[in-house]
């Protein structure tokens, strides 16, 4: 077992474990608004993008703008493909020019963000949680993304 360092801070507790990046503790839930599919929140590397429930957004390396390369059962069991719905309201902070879409195998439309697609991972039990950033799975690494649509590579997690 690795030694764990705890800090107590204003607005939360923050623990860095060794060879795991740090880990934050949320100590008030993430602002949610269920009316958007495609929100804003916060996280220690800064602002990531969600769904308006709370559930962290990933983006595969695999994937490319046209081509969604998690389609095995366990890999979409894990890693759920964000799809798209009729009504599409996004919040304070998300691009609009950049939500796009791409046709799945199943026929289903899976949402995305400046060219990736998008995917909650199910580990991430509550909103606000970020559990799988930079996890290697499936052929390949899985990274949230920032309001402009870039993969952030720091390693954090987040548990409200």
Same mark, same amino acid.
């Given at each position: 077992?690795?030694?764990?360092?705890?800090?107590?801070?204003?607005?939360?507790?923050?623990?860095?474990?060794?060879?795991?990046?740090? &880990?934050?503790?949320?100590?008030?839930?993430?602002?949610?608004? @269920?009316?958007?599919?495609?929100? $804003?929140?916060?996280?220690?590397?800064?602002? $990531?993008?969600?769904?308006?429930?709370?559930?962290?957004?990933?983006?595969?390396?695999?994937?490319?703008? *046209? #081509? @969604?390369?998690?389609?095995?059962?366990?890999?979409?069991?894990?890693? +759920? +493909?964000?799809?798209?719905?009729?009504? !599409? !309201? &996004?919040?304070?902070?998300?691009?609009?020019? !950049?939500?796009?879409?791409?046709?799945? +195998?199943?026929? @289903?439309?899976?949402?995305?963000? @400046?060219? #990736?697609?998008?995917?909650?991972? $199910?580990?991430? *039990?509550?909103?606000?949680?970020?559990?799988?950033?930079? $996890?290697?799975?499936?052929?390949?690494?899985?990274?949230?993304?920032? +309001?402009?649509?870039?993969?952030? #590579?720091?390693?954090?997690? &987040?548990?409200?």
């Amino acid at each position: 077992m690795g030694l764990v360092l705890v800090l107590l801070l204003g607005l939360g507790t923050v623990a860095a474990a060794c060879n795991s990046g740090p &880990v934050t503790t949320l100590s008030s839930p993430p602002t949610t608004n @269920s009316s958007f599919a495609l929100t $804003i929140q916060r996280s220690p590397a800064g602002p $990531i993008l969600a769904t308006g429930t709370g559930a962290t957004l990933y983006d595969f390396g695999p994937d490319s703008p *046209t #081509h @969604s390369a998690c389609l095995n059962v366990g890999c979409v069991y894990q890693w +759920p +493909p964000l799809l798209s719905t009729e009504t !599409l !309201l &996004v919040g304070p902070g998300v691009d609009r020019a !950049l939500v796009g879409t791409v046709r799945r +195998p199943d026929g @289903s439309t899976q949402l995305t963000y @400046s060219g #990736h697609p998008l995917y909650t991972y $199910i580990r991430d *039990t509550k909103a606000g949680a970020v559990t799988g950033q930079g $996890i290697d799975q499936d052929g390949g690494s899985w990274y949230v993304l920032d +309001p402009a649509g870039n993969e952030v #590579h720091a390693p954090f997690t &987040v548990n409200p």
